[in-house]
């Protein structure tokens, strides 16, 4: 059994339908990255996974257990304990400007009592060494350049621990020179106990860290396969237009 299994997503908005049936899974370890066309549902997808918008159809599971089924509405609880399984990095690195970096990333951990005190502090050196900001511990968003502070929303989000860790384009608010340091980042957070789905635009990153690609339009997946079988080998029209203007 997959590790995330998602089951014919829907979602409308309105009489607008964003999602039109979206079915995917993901075994534990692996790295799916969501290419297409802005206003196609990437985002929509990711937001629905974090529960900020509620699908009008389908089911998720997470480890084997149905988390989400649109046919059994979930209380406000349910939804805010099942979105824990999710950590969202998001485009604008939505940090609290009145709290330093280690406050930012020791926040929501301590509101929810998730360590005792001296874990809380362990796990936040931790994770401020591993983003690389131990000199800018005690630095506010303010004083961080754009990559910096995307660094401390990715910490801020491993420091709850979820099953899956997602990223709505996380470099698409930063200059070209940062973008670097924050794929980086990313790329070194593979591992079999990192499970990731990544909205990008930047091709080569998708093509060389992700273990299947799939490529959403107009609100259905048009294309799916690994990072070969889509970038040299895609099938479908539609995937090869958009390939070819981006430049691949």
Known sequence: MAFLEINNLHKSFGRHEVLKGISFSLEKGEVLSIIGSSGGGKTTLLRCLNFLEIPSQGTISVNGNTIFDAQNPLSENEIRKNRLHFGLVFQQFNLFPQYTVEGNISLAPKLLKKYSEEELKRKTDSLITR?????KRDFYPHQLSGGQQQRVAIARTLAMEPDIL????????LDPELTGEVLSVIKSLKSKDNTMVIVTHEMDFAREVSDKIIFIDDGLIAEEGTPEEVFYNPKNERTKRFLSLSNL
Request: glycine letters at 8%.
């Open 131 to 135: 983003v690389g900001l131990t000199d």
């Open 166 to 173: 997602c990223f709505d384009e996380p470099t698409s608010a």
